[in-house]
């Protein structure tokens, strides 16, 4: 039996989601390890069905630059690569969801009524917040639900090393928004389909937006005890 460590727990209670960056660099050789360190998680079958691509210093600068051009006024939207939510999102899920926009733009001061300023908001996940590292994850086209729940997985894994070295990092479906423009940006096969984005750095603890804390739903909500 090893000694049981209290690092897993801090880095679970520590990690949120960080919408606003420090400039200052995340060392190649750091997340070169943690991602290394993050595919010790499980996979069904232990398939690793993941595939990461790592950006920063002028491959990120040109993934922001292409991405001003596709958000520019006029500009096609893309066909999604996924349903990022269920159509008609049923209840309680529609009010939570609800419930975590309103908090963050409340942190904002962006009232409901001024819709620009809330894409304007929203766009800034095209420029990972201002991170200045960011991951593309993606699967196999042929991988199914278990190996998405995988790379969720390998990701939350990865998520809670950051935080024990210190850095904050947001998942980002709003990228499966626009799959033809990351798959062509990083020359991905065909049979590649984008999961998320995720922005790394550290966080601006100045910003507003790190402070919003989203809620849970109490345990008795979603799980139920047999026989015990
Ligand atoms: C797979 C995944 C994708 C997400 N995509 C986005 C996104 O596109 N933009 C964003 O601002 N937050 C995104 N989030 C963050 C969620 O909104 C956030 O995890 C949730 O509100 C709970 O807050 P917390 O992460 O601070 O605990 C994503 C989270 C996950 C796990």
Redesign the pocket.
Known sequence: MTAPSSCVSDAVRS?????AFLPEPVPPALIRDLLAQAARAPSGGNLQPWHIDVLAGGALAALRARMRERLAPGAQPEAPAYD?YPPALPEPWRTRRFA?GEA?YARLGIPREDKAARLRWFAR?FDF?GAPLALMCSVDRRMGPPQWSDL?MF??TLMLLLREHGLDS??????ALYPQTVAGFLQWPADRVI???MAIGRRDPAHPVNG???ERAPLDAWARFHGC
């Open positions: 990690r949120l989601s960080v919408r990022i975590i963050m996940n917040f969720g990701l939350q947001c998942a980002q479906e709003c990228w999961f998320c984005g919003v804390r989203s």
